[in-house]
């Protein structure tokens, strides 16, 4: 039954994940509208079912019934592919996280580590092609911002996991987890967690790096011209970027689905990634909250003078450490 | 951090010309109220730049016009022409009155253009040919500026009357016939009721884009092999952070502004025409509307003006409540402002609401006071509507004593140290303290480019002088300090509460009958005080009648926004967005 291994397993395994990821981004909303309304003195959404837990349910309706519009002046099977090009790395990065004790989400391929780097790459597709198709002045910059600022960030982020990947010695996520770190080991790796967190936010266009789609200036910058579930997409497509970054975060520098007693009773396992996911989210929404946008030109110094080399240094050193340590 | 502030000094009552300017004088005034000076309509340049070098009045800080077709008043110094040109000019170094400026034209005419003296005349002088149709001679950029190109006249004008006229005076008789209430445009058929100038054809028409004299190089000037392109965005009306329905016009290259122009009238309402239809006291709930963030210091403005022009007194505690409305009022407007600036930054909201916590407090007060939290009306000639509640004054110190310095020190805590908001804020959007003034801005702005000059220390109005405090200055004239002049601004109101407070004595509110059957004498007057947002002036023209001749709004949101194009250029259009917030504009008050 080698076709029942390879294609129908992995198969159902995938639904499943999507299903999930596509629940947790309608509750990630609610999640942030909850606790950035708890930062501004505010409620947040009360009135859909007990506090307001029926409100992600009724945007999905609204964004249903919306009314599909196309502009005439867009490059059409461009526009109308770009959304679908944002959301679907959005969900394969998940394929190469574990989840459990020996269980990854699909497939414990050997080079997760390049996965994660490759679909990364893609991301930023989605979005230039969206702002170039619209054929609109704020979505072109948008588009070109976007372009401009995922390009840059890759690098240090890919320096970071360069290190880490030099230090484990493995490409593949579920040794990464499964395999053992030492103490100092473990304190270097926080050391980056920071200055990756703050790629991780560029990456993913999350505030204060939101530059692609900066309400302010752009209006909605490469989203302009979509509405309806086109627009849908690109938002679940930010929002299940947050979860998956969030779990590759956690998998990195938090050992994943690691916890008390997850080697004895496998379900636990998935649920400390929740729970580490959870409060890496937390540290997205409470970033929004409370600080301001730096300008588009200093977002791009702060990476090419400050990130890149830090990232080169990191990386010097991790190698030393790697060579002579381990 | 203050400055030595400027003292009031008496108001000039001689233009103490030189020889060869005495000419250009062909009449004088001064029988009604304050002295007019008529000069002859070439000699008008002459006789500003003399004013602005010789006797150092740098803000030319009203210009307006005024039709007199028709006027019932006397005629005055015996020039007859019917359009009247009024420049009122001050002096931000020595403080004190104005100098009031005539220029009378026949209709259709032109005048010289002040902008080669006053940069500043830009915006007005546009809107006083649209309204009016005078022409400027030498304008660069005489267009329509309130009205669009296809409207049909110049609506301030007497004899120019819109689809739907009824009469010239309210209470209009129609209305009510027979006890009954009835529209007059019921009554006429539907459509027809749309003119356009002549010659001039709705469907082939386009708008022209025009933009303001790139004033700085574009930067990419040093690599001239580059074959770069620069494209037009147009931020508005209807964009996030226009506060309103209000556009920029901008020309950008890459990210960098190379030109930009602020394009409004979208809310426009002829406020001036309705307020010559009005009475005298209909158009004292009618100032809320403008800078409907501030009704209380509209309101007051007003009242200064009429009170000028009929000689009316105030009782002392209204005085004192009028001080402690407009002091809230500025707190109001401040952390308002604060808010949406570093909302603008892109600090989504959390400032922004942390600030209006705040203004929530104040607002129920007012709502205590007048009956409602924005459009309060509370202000009458010769005082206030009605008197405290009970328990106001206790909770309003609470507020002055406790709240709002603990709230105002968490602000100044969060907000001042910040990294991002130094390094958005620090060196953008400067412009000099002189080319400020000369561009006739007034209010924070200038205080943060190190000037004190404030109306309440320069010509002190009601009872400031009583007062014990501060004019904040800060050097740097960038948004930074525009910031941060409110953060301090708004301190120094609640020093002024505190006394305000301390002091108010008991009697009674309202001398007089508040205005009720008012017929102000002839003449006309330009009242002025220190508004949260800048100069705020009512310039008035009565001929005894219950209505006002001539009712004009000088407002600093629409004034200061003459800074906006020469501030942006050479910015990103990030920082744009930014430029206009620290200007701190409500479109009540620029469109009117």
Redesign the interface.
Known sequence: MDWLQLLVFPAIRALILIFVLLTGFAYLTWYERKLLARFQVRYGPNRAGKFGLLQPAADAVKAFFKEEIIPNHVDKPVYLLAPALALVPALIIWAVIPIAKGTPAIADVNIGFLWILAVAGIESYGIILAGWSSNNNYSLLGALRSSAQMVSYELPLGLFLVSILMLAGSFSLVDLVEGSRQWWEWIWLWLAFPFFFICILAETNRSPFDLPETENELVAGFQTEYGGMKFALFFIAEYVNMISTSAIMATLFFGGWKGPFAEQYIWLGPVYLLIKVLILLFLFIWVRASIGRPRYDQLMKFCWQFMLPLGLVYVSISAVLAVFLK | MTQATAVAEAPANDLALTPELADAVVGTWAEDTETAYFIAPDRILDVLAHLRDAQGYDLLSNLTCIDYQGYGGKLRADVSERLDVVYHLYSTRRGGGSVALHVRVPADDTVPSATSVYPGANLQEREVYDLFGVKFDGHPNLRRILLWDGFNGHPMRKDWHEAYYEEDAKPFRSRHPKGEYAFHEDKLPWAKNTTYPAGWDPDSWQEAVAYVPVSQAPQHENQPHLDTES?????GPH???THGVFRMLTRVEG?TILALEPEMGYLHRNHEKIGERNTWLMNMPFTDRLDYLNSMSNNWAYALAVEKLAGIEVPERAEYLRVIMAEFTRIVNHTWSIGFI?????????PA??AI?EREMILDMFEAVSGARMMCNYMRFGGVVRDLPEGWREQAAYLANDRLPRALDELDRLLTE?E??K??GRGVGYLAVEDLIALSVTGPMIRAGGLAYDIRKAEPYGIYDRFDFDIPTLPNSDIYDRYYIRLLEAMESVRILQQALRDMPEGETLGGRGGYTLRAPEGEVYGRLEAPKGELGFYLASDGKTQPWRYHVRSPSYINLNALGPMSVGY????A?VILGAIDIVLGEVDR
């Open positions: 494209i037009v965005v147009n931020l964009h996030p952070s990210e570093l909302n603008d930054l892109g600090a989504l909201q959390t609401l942390y916590e910040n991002i908001l390094a958005r990103k259009v990030a920082d967005i």
